[in-house]
């Protein structure tokens, strides 16, 4: 067990050549992208299991899978409207209010969008499973950017707050053909919020939230999973 730590530990800090064949360009194993966008102060507030989580570099052919468990979904009307409306550019909101259940999340590496791939499966008691797909894109003028498809995505802003980590909306767009349009503020779904919370014994928290000026909370959502 010591040995395998030590070689763990020595693949965070070093650069991986192939030895199958040494003409391949190294691969880094040590992930970045987000410890950048939060700079080196506010990642160093982070507990380290999230910085491990966050830090993990994915080959192609790679696969991170998180089995948790749903246990709030809270809709209000005009979340359902909300909710509804998105069926037809992939249903990236949750469905149903009251869902609790199992879950799983799968992340992958996608070298083509410059960033990584999320499936997410939410179980439905008495309906087919809930499927969200989305990736997230390390561009755009706040340096991450998550599409759910049509076109259609919204650029986040990375803090770091309370030792957890957070993803809040600062626009929406739509892509269509190769130029990139902001949506006005009156079109946007309201701000949405995700925040990731380290519970300690190997478990972790998301918390989604999407409120909007007048209306409060619209959608929120809470779930809890293991580390692989």
């Known amino acids: 067990m010591k040995a395998t730590g030590q070689r763990e530990k020595r693949a965070c800090l070093s650069v991986l050549s ?19 966008l939060v700079g080196e102060a506010a990642w160093s507030r982070l507990p380290r299991a999230v910085c491990q989580r ?15 468990q749903v246990v709030v979904t809270e809709l209000s009307r005009w979340g359902r409207i909300l909710a509804f409306l998105t069926r ?19 992340v992958t590496e996608d070298e083509r969008l410059g960033g990584q791939s999320w499936t997410r499966i939410y179980t439905r008691t008495g309906r087919r499973p809930q499927t969200v797909r989305s990736a997230k894109c390390f561009r755009g ?39 990139r349009m902001r949506l006005p503020r009156l079109l ?41």
């Open 88 to 106: 037809a550019i992939g249903s990236p909101l949750p469905l149903t209010d009251g869902t609790r259940g199992p879950a799983l999340v799968v």
């Open 54 to 68: 966050f830090s993990k570099c994915l080959a192609p052919d790679e696969a991170l899978i998180y089995r948790g």
């Open 141 to 179: 003028p706040t340096g991450l950017e998550e599409y759910v498809g049509y076109g259609i995505g919204m650029a986040l802003k990375v803090t770091v707050e309370d030792s957890a980590l957070v993803f809040r909306s600062d626009h929406y767009f739509l892509t269509v053909g190769g130029r």
């Open 188 to 228: 946007m779904p309201g701000e949405m919020c995700i925040t990731h919370r380290d519970e300690g014994e190997g478990t972790f928290s998301f918390r989604l939230t999407l409120t909007r000026p007048k209306l409060g909370c619209l959608v929120h959502q809470l779930a809890y999973f293991c580390d692989p």
């Open 18 to 36: 192939p030895q199958s064949n040494p003409s391949l360009p190294a691969r880094p194993l040590l992930d970045v992208r987000f410890r950048t």
